[in-house]
T-cell receptor, first 115, second 115 residues
Framework: GENVEQHPSTLSVQEGDSAVIKCTYS??????FPWYKQELGKRPQLIIDIRSNVGEKKDQRIAVTLNKTAKHFSLHITETQPEDSAVYFC??????????????FGQGTILTVHP | DTAVSQTPKYLVTQMGNDKSIKCEQN?????MYWYKQDSKKFLKIMFSYNNKELIINETVPNRFSPKSPDKAHLNLHINSLELGDSAVYFCASSTGLAGVGETQYFGPGTRLLVL
């Protein structure tokens, strides 16, 4: 089955700095790559996603890049703010087969933004 | 106008008991999921239903039995609770199957503690 590795497990930055979280996956058939943000005690919420036919997607301070050949994708947060502090999860999914509709999550990254 | 709701929010019970968690979505989605988040924050899918039909059944002990009375509801019944069942259980829903890039919307979670 799919295996998703996420690094780093913790990330501490100063307000205004950039943060990068990287995920690698094993199933070359994966074609959907969402990122979720989970604040303490809250539900995971989608912040950005990318499909396999796109190499990069940006939404204000957040961007995701995908390298299908290397089977890795990354989340980039620029001009970090204290409210960006949370746990971030990458995930993968693929169309078809027994994995249809199944999200496989990375282990999560605890991001702390210091004022 | 809560999109995905779960009850109860907290559940504290003794080993060996049987308990149920309920989930409802008012988004008109066809697919619903159950995820387990352990103490290390790792999110793992347990089950998925599409239009009341079971489509994903991960390697979960058969003490866990999902039931979908209609496509807006997905309940989780757990028999003979064990200490290791302590976790946060999230319900989620999407318009179709995530393999085509469907956003999954998570409920607020049910925090289960087995004593």
């Amino acid at each position: 089955g799919e295996n998703v590795e996420q690094h780093p497990s913790t990330l501490s930055v100063q307000e205004g700095d950039s943060a990068v979280i990287k995920c690698t996956y094993s199933d070359s058939a994966s074609n959907y790559f969402p990122w979720y943000k989970q604040e303490l005690g809250k539900r995971p919420q989608l912040i950005i996603d990318i499909r396999s036919n796109v190499g990069e997607k940006k939404d204000q301070r957040i961007a995701v890049t995908l390298n299908k050949t290397a089977k890795h994708f990354s989340l980039h947060i620029t001009e970090t703010q204290p409210e960006d502090s949370a746990v971030y999860f990458c995930a993968t999914s693929r169309f078809g087969g027994t994995s249809y509709g199944k999200l496989t999550f990375g282990q999560g990254t605890i991001l702390t933004v210091h004022p | 106008d809560t999109a995905v709701s779960q009850t109860p929010k907290y559940l504290v019970t003794q080993m060996g008991n049987d308990k149920s968690i309920k989930c409802e979505q008012n988004l008109g989605h066809d697919t619903m999921y159950w995820y387990k988040q352990d103490s290390k924050k790792f999110l793992k899918i347990m089950f998925s239903y599409n239009n009341k039909e079971l489509i994903i059944n991960e390697t979960v002990p058969n003490r866990f039995s999902p039931k979908s009375p209609d496509k807006a509801h997905l309940n989780l019944h757990i028999n003979s609770l064990e200490l290791g069942d302590s976790a946060v259980y999230f319900c989620a829903s999407s318009t179709g199957l995530a393999g085509v890039g469907e956003t999954q919307y998570f409920g607020p979670g049910t925090r289960l503690l087995v004593l």
